[in-house]
Each structure stands twice: as C-alpha cells, then as structure tokens.
C-alpha cells in the first residue's frame, strides 16, 4: 500500500491555465506539507497543515492555495500558471507538527511542466 | 544566508571507499537532524535521524552531530554503487519548520 500518494505524476499544461495536484496519505498522520523542488534540486516549502488547519503559510504567490478536506488529503490548486511555476511538487506527511523528531514521509511527486 | 549549506558536489568515490558527506546550519537553535537520498527522479527517502551530539551508526552509515560548530555530516562506508543519488540535510528548527540543503550527488564508481 502506497502511504503517500499524489495524483497527477505528471501534469503538462499552458501558461495562464488552473491546475490541482491531490495528495492522500494512509498513515494515520496529522500533519501535511507540500514543497516545491526546482530543477538544481532546491526542496523548498510551501505549506504545512495540521489537523485540517493551516500551520506554515511561505512566501508563496496568491495563485497557490492549499485545501485539506479532512487531515488524510491536502490538495494544491494554482491558479494563472506561469512557466516559473515548473517544478516537482512533492506532498509530505508526519505524526505530529509539534514534536521536533518526526521523520516526514514523502510522496512521489508530480512534475509540473508549464508551457 | 541559507538556513541549510552543502556541498552540491558531485562527490565521487570508488567502490568500497569511505564517501563523506557535509552540511552546515545557521540557527543554533536547531533541535533535529535528518539525512534524506534522492534517486534521480523519486522522491527523497529518509536514511538517518540525529538529535544529540557525537554519533549515530546504523549499518553502513554514520551521522555526526556538532552542534557547537553548526555541522552535521554523513559517513557511508564500503560504498556501493546503489548509494549514487543526492542526498539531503535537513533541518528542523522549532516543530515545523523543516528546511532542506540543496543537496550533494553523490556517485560510487564501480
């Protein structure tokens, strides 16, 4: 059983189109993350959610906004893509936010190629 | 400055050899410690955890935790050619904020 899983693996789009990426995880966690990985392999954060509730908010454009209907899924939707939104955008899970020895688990990724 | 530096390499070693692998980190008040390898196009896996100076075996790796001196490192011994990927240090400050280095590739040479 997959316990991280992003759906699309791969999303190849137009500039200005809207987009969403889902992640589930089954490992019972209750916090989530999403990051941005560029192409020199920068992992960067975007957003963390605990428990449904938004913890972590980066320095990310407005046309980013994370939802997370119960605390297994948080989705990504991105709105007006722009070619430097290319990247693999991988979604992470963890027990608990607060403990500062949680190991995060990280899904597959999806590579997002914007033309 | 990056909260999280290595050495992008790439770092090449021979089979069998000893591949040693550096990060530094700005916030002295960093708690934990993570080493992540990435295989080319997968997702980054998590390999060993360290939390307390001096350090940390477990099977052919080593972490080691200064944190007087900001740095942590990774010692792979008898390198085989499935360790090649990038490996990543990452770093959490205060719960839940996780900051990654940019990496080092790594390549063991048959």
């Known amino acids: 059983d997959t316990a991280v899983s992003q759906t699309p693996k791969y999303l190849v789009t137009q500039m200005g189109n809207d987009k969403s990426i889902k992640c589930e995880q089954n490992l019972g966690h209750d916090t989530m993350y999403w990051y941005k990985q560029d192409s020199k392999k920068f992992l960067k954060i975007m957003f963390s959610y605990n428990n449904k509730e938004l913890i972590i908010n980066e320095t990310v454009p407005n046309r980013f906004s994370p939802k997370s209907p119960d605390k297994a899924h948080l989705n990504l939707h991105i709105n007006s893509l722009e070619l430097g939104d290319s990247a693999v955008y991988f979604c992470?899970?963890?027990?608990?936010?607060?403990?500062?020895?949680?190991?995060?688990?990280f899904g597959p990724g999806t590579r997002l190629l914007v033309l | 400055q990056k909260e999280v530096e290595q050495n992008s390499g790439p770092l090449s070693v021979p089979e069998g050899a000893i591949a040693s692998l550096n990060c530094t980190y700005s916030?002295?008040?960093?708690?934990?410690f993570f080493w992540y390898r990435q295989y080319s196009g997968k997702s980054p896996e998590l390999i060993m955890s360290?939390?307390?100076?001096g350090d940390k075996e477990d099977g052919r790796f080593t972490a080691q935790l200064n944190k007087a001196s900001q740095y942590v490192s990774l010692l792979i011994r008898d390198s085989q050619p499935s360790d090649s990927a990038t490996y990543l240090c990452?770093?959490?400050?205060?719960?839940?904020?996780?900051?990654f280095g940019t990496g080092t590739s790594l390549t063991v040479i048959p």
């Open positions: 990452a770093v959490n400050n205060r719960g839940n904020q996780f900051y």
């Open positions: 916030d002295r008040g960093s708690q934990s």
């Open positions: 360290i939390y307390s100076n």
């Open positions: 992470a899970s963890s027990q608990d936010w607060e403990s500062l020895q949680e190991t995060q688990y």
